[in-house]
């Protein structure tokens, strides 16, 4: 499928790795210019290197925290107008919320509410004055089926997703729509690092936590972030415009609910 987005330009958070990679490789192979954003030079380097062979452009990087003030500074400084912007952060460790702090919850809310909705905010009215606009935020399947231990995403995801509810009714007649992807458990170094979190706190092997996982989700496997790259590519496409406000599961069947 030609998803007429070749000559855009894109932004993609957390892009050196697992599905923010995923996300640009998708678009890179559908002609859109990407710039890719994380923390870590070598990383990023390495990455584009790696995705613009593989892709009829060049992709492009910077080294940009989407937390920060000064990294989203830095990303709009090298991609100063994008047409599509992914918005894409780590999550928090799991934990108990006794053991959470103010100060554990604002470095939650920096990375997976406030520093998406400035994002957004600093892109959108370019985005409207073009006629055309792409806003995916990777999210997770926890606003919609929250798990215990995940407390700060649980909570911090949720309000981004709110916000976003409203404002892509307004935006929506201008050609700009703005969606989540919901991910569930996906094979990525992300999910390692989480299963690894448990094992620690409950004691147990990861290999057995690990199958655990794999064994609950309906599809038998995890997701693979070719799969999450491939949505997400088709929701910043000219196929897409009629799709807003909307957040998408892709979990393998995990969510039991009809709605």
């Known amino acids: 499928m030609d998803l007429g987005i070749a000559g855009r330009t894109a ?7 697992g599905m923010g990679r995923a996300c640009a490789q ?11 954003a994380a923390r870590t030079p070598a990383t990023l380097a390495q ?7 593989d892709s009829p452009v060049p992709v492009h990087w ?16 090298a991609c100063p107008s994008p047409d599509i912007l992914v918005n894409n952060a780590d999550g928090r460790p799991p934990g ?16 997976m509410m406030v520093g998406p909705i400035e994002m957004i905010r600093r892109t959108v009215d370019p985005m409207i004055a073009r006629g055309f606009g792409r806003i995916v935020n990777i999210v997770a399947r926890s606003v919609k089926s929250p798990q215990a231990e995940l407390g700060l995403s649980n909570g ?20 700009v729509t703005l969606n989540n992807l919901l991910p569930g458990a996906f094979d990525t170094d992300a999910q ?14 990861f290999d057995a936590l690990w199958q655990e996982r794999v064994a609950a989700t309906p599809a038998g496997r995890f997701g693979h972030p070719d799969e ?32």
């Open 192 to 205: 390692r690092l989480h299963v690894a979190h448990m094992a620690t706190q409950s004691g147990r092997a």
């Open 96 to 111: 108990d919320f006794r053991d959470w702090s103010p100060q554990d919850w604002h470095a939650a809310l920096d990375a």
């Open 156 to 175: 911090a995801r949720s309000g981004l997703v709110g916000f976003v509810s409203g404002l892509s009714r307004q935006t929506v007649r201008h050609g």
């Open 26 to 36: 998708h678009l890179a192979r559908a002609g859109v210019s990407v710039w890719i």
């Open 62 to 77: 910077v080294a940009a925290d989407l937390t920060t003030a000064d990294g989203r500074d830095a990303a709009l400084a």
């Open 47 to 53: 990455t584009a290197a790696e995705l613009s062979a």
């Open 228 to 259: 999450i790259g491939a949505l997400c590519a088709f929701i910043a496409s000219r196929h897409a415009g009629y799709i807003t406000g909307q957040s998408l599961l892709i979990d393998g069947g995990s969510y039991p609910g009809t709605f």
């Open 11 to 17: 932004l993609v958070f957390g892009g050196s790795k």
